[in-house]
Structure formats: C-alpha cells, structure tokens
C-alpha cells in the first residue's frame, strides 16, 4: 500500500476522529492555541500600529520590528521558550506564534492608518475633533479593511506553523505527524501524510472564511481601488 492510499485509510478509520487524542482532539487543540496565539499578537501589535501610523511616526521601527520577528525562526522560539518560566507547553507555544504573528498585523495596522486620505482628517479636525476622537472615529473606520488584510495573513501563518508545537508537547494536529514519524516508514507514513493533510486543509480553510470576512469589510469603492491597483500592477509585470 503506497503512502497515499495507507493516508486515506488512515482517515476514513472512525477511531482515529474519535479516539482521545485523535483528530477532533487535536483540531480542537490546534484552533484554541492558534486563536489565543493570535488574540495575544493583536492585542499587542494593533494598539502600537494605529496610534505610530496616527502620528505619523516611527515607520522605520514598524519595518524594523517586522524584519527582527520574521528573522527568528519560531521553532528556535519553542525550543527556548520552554527553557524560560513558562515552561513546556500551551503557554510556551501561544507566545511564540503570538511574536510570528505581530509581523503582518502591525505593518497593516500602521499602513492602514497612514493611507487615510489627508483631506478627510482636515476636515475632522476643522470640525474640532481632537487626537483620540479622530483615530477613533475616523481613521480607525477606514483602516479596517487593512486590519483585516493582516489579520488573514496572520491568522493563516499561525495555523499553518502550529504543528510544530508538538515538538515541545503543545498539542494540535503536529501531534499526528509527530506519532507517524515514531513508527517506521512502511507503518507510519500514511499516518505522516494525513497529519500534513489536515494541517493543510485547516489553513486553506482559514484564508478562505477570513478572505470573504475581509471583502466584508471592505468598502465597495475601496474594492473597486483595489482591483484597479491589481490590473495595474500586471500590466506593469507584463509589459515589464
């Protein structure tokens, strides 16, 4: 039995779903981990991106801080968080991907602040809005559908990269992969390779539901901008 075929019985085999520590186990575990992983990166990186692209400052600390978080490998953060109090673990592996997901969700935070059009924030504050009212009321509105952008982003590269929390006992779908590879090849690789399809599969799923929240939210004329920006940059490409 070749690997794909040994992957496809392995996931029509019912206890496999519904065993403890089969898939519906670890799929709960991958999503609550990913979720807090990114709940935490938000908190974090949001508040910091709308109040630098508010003022209008520190730009080259948002393209600073998103170079030095995505040059850190985050396996390298698993394997040295557990050293620290927090141990090996949930925790351990929340606040690593928390650090792989502020990247894209503070970048499109401070972007989206800084693309609102110069004359709507004139005219806010010739109405007498002051600093707070007019972040909150104005720019953060129209930032929204950046917030969203990097959300996505975030959230797919945290799903996709929690597999690796097995490796120091956090849980998630990695679980699966991580057991396959403790059998032999001829024994475990149907195993290894549904672990890989499910990991896949959950991403996938993931850009698609946030990809239709974020047009959601997404204006239509500032839809319409979009695609306008698209065409121009393949026909830049083409003619390039």
Do not use: K
């Amino acid at each position: 039995m070749n690997p794909v075929e040994a992957a496809l019985v392995w996931l029509n085999d019912p206890l496999n779903w519904t065993n403890p520590g089969g898939i519906l186990d670890r799929l709960g575990e991958h999503l609550s981990m990913s979720a807090l992983a990114v709940a935490l990166g938000c908190l974090v990186a949001w508040p910091v991106g709308l109040w630098l692209g508010h003022t209008g400052r520190g730009g080259g600390l948002v393209v600073l801080v998103s170079n030095v978080t995505l040059a850190v490998p985050t396996l390298a953060l698993l394997t040295i968080l557990p050293l620290t109090f927090l141990g090996f673990g949930r925790p351990s592996v929340v606040v690593a991907l928390a650090v792989f997901a502020v990247p894209p969700l503070l970048a499109n935070a401070y972007t989206g602040v800084r693309q609102v059009d110069p004359e709507a924030r004139d005219a806010a504050r010739g109405m007498g809005f002051s600093g707070w009212q007019l972040l909150r009321r104005v720019e953060l509105p129209l930032a929204v559908p950046y917030l969203a952008a990097g959300l996505r982003t975030a959230a797919v590269q945290v799903v996709a990269t929690a597999a690796l929390a097995s490796f120091v006992n956090g849980g998630g779908l990695g679980q699966i992969i991580r057991a396959g590879f403790g059998l032999d090849i001829a024994a475990g690789g149907g195993q290894i390779l549904a672990g890989g399809v499910l990991v896949a599969g959950l991403a996938v799923l993931v850009e698609l539901v946030l990809a239709l929240v974020e047009r959601l939210v997404t204006p239509r004329p500032l839809r319409a901008d979009r695609r306008r920006a698209r065409r121009r940059a393949a026909d830049a490409l083409a003619g390039g």
